[in-house]
């Protein structure tokens, strides 16, 4: 028999859960029930299309020609025809060379800033880009310059303070906590100037910008651009699970060969795949979703700082609402729970501006009534001000 350690050596986490409670910051798995009677405004499914029963069905029937699960990495066993079919419409819809998909939007993020820096190389980040560029930023290498939210004349002239280095700027496309555009043109501008590539992560403005839900780069004119790469996740318009990269197909090719989180990741299962396929083409059916989702969200900016709430004014389908501190704002979101409708819940130290708030998610497929419903639970649980 092993002898047991004298101690236990994770004692530490009870201390850090300790400090977590005092903080107010403890964090909650809320497992949902099958079709639970709540009103969804704090998923990403800004389509609505994750119930739709074309998309389940296709993933039950990707499930049962290619089995549950992709039983390896894509360079094994786990790439199926229909990866291949997804891939190829995907970069066609968007208006780029190839694409490459992967079991994860936070995987496309990691091996496209792993893949396309390296040591001594410098990535200039925004202040407010999501964990997963974050975490690819440090597994890249590269030095790092975070420059302020947004400000395109920051980076210019953080690129000016290097020159002739290899630089790759990245930004999300659409904040996920405000709902903001990041100003694609200055940023592509700045970096034709300094020989600088451009990352953008579009995982919130896929399928609600640009014609048709094309994306903001093709909202901004800068699909298939030379030094542009994309990435997108699978799992908020197209509702189904994975993420992608898409760009020149030198690019992708380089991603196939160096990118640690595609060579030795198993690959996305096959009913994942199979319903965004099902999704991207449902969307060139009915491009009028993607319109929908951004009146759905501008008609709840609208009412609700009509009625005095404070909310930053969407420039896609995310409506963010500021609470007074941050125990108003769990407060708040439990209340409207409580009342059947879900929203989001953003406080420090998720938030790098210290503003906690309420998140709602306008979605294409939401009626008027359902609107009016949410924004009376809404109002009725403010807290006070």
């Not at 290498?141 to 630089?167: I, N």
């Not at 708040?332 to 709602?360: K, N, T, Y």
Request: aromatic share 4%; glycine share 10%; charged share 20%.
């Amino acid at each position: 028999m092993p002898q047991a350690l004298p101690q236990d050596p994770f004692e530490w986490t009870a201390d850090a859960a300790r400090l977590r409670a005092e903080a107010g910051l403890v964090r909650t798995v809320r497992p949902r029930p099958s079709g639970a009677a709540v009103l969804d405004l704090a998923s990403n499914d800004y389509l609505g299309l994750t119930r739709r029963p074309e998309i389940t069905e296709a993933a039950a029937e990707a499930a049962r020609r290619w089995g549950a699960g992709a039983t390896g990495s894509r360079l094994v066993t786990g790439s199926t025809e229909l990866h291949a079919e997804l891939e190829r419409e995907l970069a066609e819809f968007c208006g780029f060379e190839a694409a490459l998909v992967f079991s994860s939007g936070y995987a496309a993020n990691l091996a496209a800033l792993t893949a396309l820096s390296a040591h001594g190389s410098l990535t200039v980040s925004d202040a407010g880009n999501h964990a997963s560029i974050v975490d690819g930023c440090r597994l890249s290498r590269a030095e790092t310059a975070v420059v302020p939210h947004a400000d395109p004349e920051a980076v210019r002239k953080t690129l000016e303070a290097h020159p002739g280095r290899r630089a790759l700027v990245v930004t999300d496309s659409v904040f996920s906590v405000d709902g903001d555009a990041a100003p694609l043109t200055g940023l592509a501008e700045a970096c034709r100037t300094h020989g600088a590539a451009l990352m953008v992560d579009d995982a919130h403005g896929f399928g609600v910008l640009g014609d048709g839900g094309r994306g903001a780069l093709h909202a901004a004119r800068l699909e298939g651009a030379t030094g542009v790469v994309a990435t997108l996740t699978l799992s908020k318009s197209l509702g189904s699970q994975g993420g992608a990269v898409l760009g020149p197909a030198r690019v992708i090719d380089h991603l196939v060969n160096a990118a640690r989180t595609f060579i030795f990741d198993t690959g996305l299962a096959p009913a994942a795949v199979g319903a965004a396929l099902a999704s991207l083409r449902l969307l060139r059916r009915e491009p009028a979703l993607a319109e929908r989702a951004r009146t759905v969200a501008t008609t709840l900016y609208e009412r609700l700082t009509g009625a005095g709430l404070t909310a930053a004014r969407p420039d896609a389908a995310v409506v963010s609402v500021q609470a007074p501190s941050p125990e108003s704002a769990v407060r708040w979101a439990a209340d409207c729970r409580a009342a059947g409708l879900a929203v989001g819940c953003f406080r420090p130290p998720s938030v790098p501006d210290g503003i906690s708030r309420i998140r709602l998610t306008a979605r294409a497929d939401l009626t008027e009534q359902q609107i009016q419903a949410a924004l009376g639970t809404i109002l009725r649980t403010a807290p006070p001000r």
